[in-house]
């Protein structure tokens, strides 16, 4: 990687971390990274190489990794969550901000599926799907991105609920197999094709509805 030139100016923040032993890069085709040192400006990583290579004057902060592995954020892609960092299934306040400790720093949304008294008609778990979306899009538990807004979906939904869905900005289908709408394997190909029916997501439900009807 190319060193950073930021000798005229000072950034707001300079955050250099060196004496790393092991830097994953999250590319399987190149999993490990032939550096020991990684400067972020902003928040934005800048530079990855070997120190001797990189501009880490004038940080702001330089953590020592004293040899640790460094690695991108893990993504937890089935995750239930219900409203922030709360479930009442398990009475759990704080679950995704322990998460963030562990490493996991997005996560999907299986569907908001242990919301009490989830409303399962298809007015309300549209509207529960879009509230979904938008209060997790605004509200980072820890600082964890949650994908979420994610629809059980119920018998008698329709093309046009989709093409809403997707138009509001919800782009996943919850838990296949928790709603009444996958009785007796039903849901068409895309369902029948997975590893687990109950773990299908995510994709477009604009596109994915069409398949369902013509393969139902
Ligand atoms: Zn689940």
Redesign the pocket.
């Given at each position: 990687m190319t060193p950073d030139s930021e000798a005229t100016s000072s950034p707001v923040n300079k955050l250099v971390v060196r004496n790393i032993g092991l830097l994953l890069s999250g590319d399987l085709d190149h999993p490990i990274l032939d550096a020991d040192t990684i400067v972020a400006i902003n928040g934005v990583i800048q530079s990855v190489g070997k120190e001797k290579d990189i501009d880490t004057t004038n940080a702001t902060t330089t953590i020592d990794a004293k040899g640790t592995a460094l690695a991108p954020g893990l993504i937890d892609s089935?995750v239930?969550p219900v409203c922030g960092d709360w479930t009442p299934r398990q009475n759990q306040l704080g679950w995704i901000d322990s998460c963030l400790h562990g490493g996991v720093t997005t996560m999907v949304s299986?569907g908001e599926v242990h919301t009490p008294g989830r409303p399962k008609d298809i007015v309300g778990l549209k509207a529960m799907a879009v509230t979904a979306q938008r209060a997790f899009h605004a509200f980072r538990p820890g600082g964890v991105k949650v994908y979420a807004g994610a629809p059980v979906l119920e018998q008698g939904m329709v093309e046009d609920d989709f093409k809403e869905l997707a138009a509001a900005g919800v782009k996943f289908l919850g838990?296949v197999g928790l709603g009444s709408g996958t009785p007796h394997g039903r849901m068409g190909p895309q369902v029948r094709d997975s590893k687990h029916d109950?773990h299908w997501r995510p994709i477009d439900p604009g596109v994915e509805s069409d398949r369902q009807r013509h393969g139902a």
């Open positions: 089935h239930h299986a838990e109950s």
